[in-house]
């Protein structure tokens, strides 16, 4: 149990999008009206994870950089719960008396008019606020698309949608921000420094995979950011099966390998597709370079 006063919005948080920073926002302000300071509590795995397991990957953000940008959008505390069967099978009376009040020791909570939670989502706002109250806690349910006029906007859901499609525009207007991907680059088959373009490579893990194709990006390395250009897919040309980010920083000397890098997404150049050999797909590269280079001003 925690010693402070937490007043803590409940979701999955997947994205941080617009929506989710409005959340945070009516939950710190309910935090204040009542002394205490604002927090999140949140599920691991993502419970969709746990009930279909054989879903393709779908995260918008791992955990380290979704609790990063909780913790930007003025989240003081992050409470992670296992999502597990003990928990997917739990009573929302349970839920909210055994968790929220009692392990957490929270109190007060605010979330969504949509949240639902309990065994087979049995408990929605309503009986979070009957049961909250009940048991002593502040409950406040904010309907974002009531009081938010942009928010039809956003929703992870939509933000998913768009990566699938390419529109990265689209998706950064709904999370407020470029969609990135964070990881530590790997060693690859080192095709691209035959042809004068080497690249850093990544492989997406369980984030959600964008259309395959080319993409002018921002790549961000011990604290400097180079622009960039991405591919990412299968490198027909060369043979590869398994989907790989590539990306060829500008302006960039040194070696990447073993190295963590974020790459933002900034705009769709052209679909992947296989070329008559490395120096055709060194032309196109080339070619690649100078939209980006020309996108990124």
């Not at 948080?13 to 409005?22: A, I, L, P």
């Not at 994870?49 to 913790?71: I, M, N, Q, S």
């Amino acid at each position: 149990m925690v010693k402070r006063n937490i007043i803590a919005a409940l979701g999955n948080f997947d994205g941080v999008h617009r929506g989710h920073q409005y959340l945070l926002q009516k939950t710190a302000g309910f935090a204040r009206e009542h002394n205490a300071a604002p927090g999140v509590v949140l599920f691991e795995p993502h419970p969709r994870r746990y009930f279909r397991p054989g879903d393709p990957p779908f995260l918008l953000t791992l955990p380290a950089k979704r609790d990063e940008l909780l913790r930007e959008a003025g989240a003081e505390e992050i409470f992670t719960l296992a999502f597990d069967k003990a928990l997917a099978a739990m009573t929302p009376e349970d839920f909210v008396n055994g968790v929220l009040k009692e392990k957490l020791g929270l109190a007060g909570v605010v979330t969504g008019a949509d949240f639902r939670f309990g065994q087979g989502r049995a408990g929605d706002g309503d009986a979070l606020k009957t049961l909250g109250e009940a048991a002593g806690l502040k409950v406040r349910l904010v309907d974002v698309l009531a009081e938010n006029r942009q928010a039809e906007k956003y929703g992870s859901s939509a933000v998913r949608a768009a990566l699938r499609e390419g529109e990265v525009d689209k998706a950064a207007e709904m999370l407020g921000r470029e969609w990135s991907v964070r990881g530590v680059v790997a060693e690859g088959r080192k095709v691209g420094r035959t042809i004068g373009f080497p690249t850093a490579n990544l492989t997406l893990g369980e984030l959600i995979e964008p259309r395959k194709g080319v993409y002018v990006t921002r790549t961000s390395v011990d604290g400097e950011t180079y622009g960039s250009v991405s591919n990412f897919g299968r490198r027909p040309t060369v043979g590869d099966t398994a989907p790989l980010l590539e990306t060829f920083l500008f302006d960039f000397e040194g070696d990447l390998y073993g190295r963590e890098i974020e790459v933002a997404f900034v705009e769709f150049l052209r679909d992947e597709q296989k070329f008559d050999g490395l120096e055709a797909l060194k032309a196109q590269i080339a070619e690649d370079c100078l939209q980006a280079r020309a996108v990124l001003g």
